[in-house]
């Protein structure tokens, strides 16, 4: 700064640039905060869409069973590549025979009046797999 009549008032040039340096490092960092932001957030959107096709596939076949009966339930599996609607998801259903031992189910080659639905889906990096057991009890 000069003293007297002339006297200069501002920024200089280098402050100029280091303040630009500064926001600039402000920006790289809050972008890359954002992006990680992003990025979890469809790997939220993702697993909560393999639950609710894995979800969907149990309640279509315990909705079969109440309305067409245990024995329209038939043992095998079905490979659903791609789940219609879905392309980047795969969903697997094994539907088995099962026989209840202690507190706990094992395989039966026969069929005692119990199912056990396994449903898998798999895509997007997600893997969800849901099972539930049928029985041909009918209530009084």
């Given at each position: 700064m000069r003293n007297g009549p002339f006297q200069e008032s501002g920024f200089s040039f280098i402050e100029a640039?280091?303040?630009?340096?500064?926001?600039?490092?402000?920006?790289?960092?809050?972008m890359t905060v954002t992006s990680n932001v992003?990025?979890?957030?469809?790997?939220?959107?993702?697993?909560?869409?393999?639950v609710y096709l894995a979800?969907?596939?149990?309640?279509?076949?315990?909705?079969?069973?109440?309305?067409?009966?245990?024995?329209?339930?038939n043992v095998?599996?079905?490979?659903?590549?791609p789940v219609v609607g879905f392309v980047n998801f795969n969903r697997?259903?094994?539907?088995?025979?099962?026989?209840?031992?202690?507190?706990?189910f094992i395989p039966s080659a026969n069929d005692v009046g119990y199912k056990q639905i396994q449903v898998s889906v798999t895509g997007s990096g997600q893997a969800i797999q849901l099972q539930t057991i049928v029985?041909?009890?009918?209530p009084l």
């Open positions: 640039i280091l303040v630009t340096v500064v926001i600039g490092f402000g920006l790289v960092g809050l992003f990025t979890t957030s469809l790997q939220t959107d993702q697993s909560t869409r393999a979800s969907e596939k149990l309640e279509q076949l315990i909705a079969q069973r109440e309305l067409s009966g245990y024995n329209s339930i095998g599996t079905t490979n659903e590549n697997i259903t094994i539907i088995s025979r099962v026989a209840l031992s202690g507190n706990s029985t041909d009890w009918v």
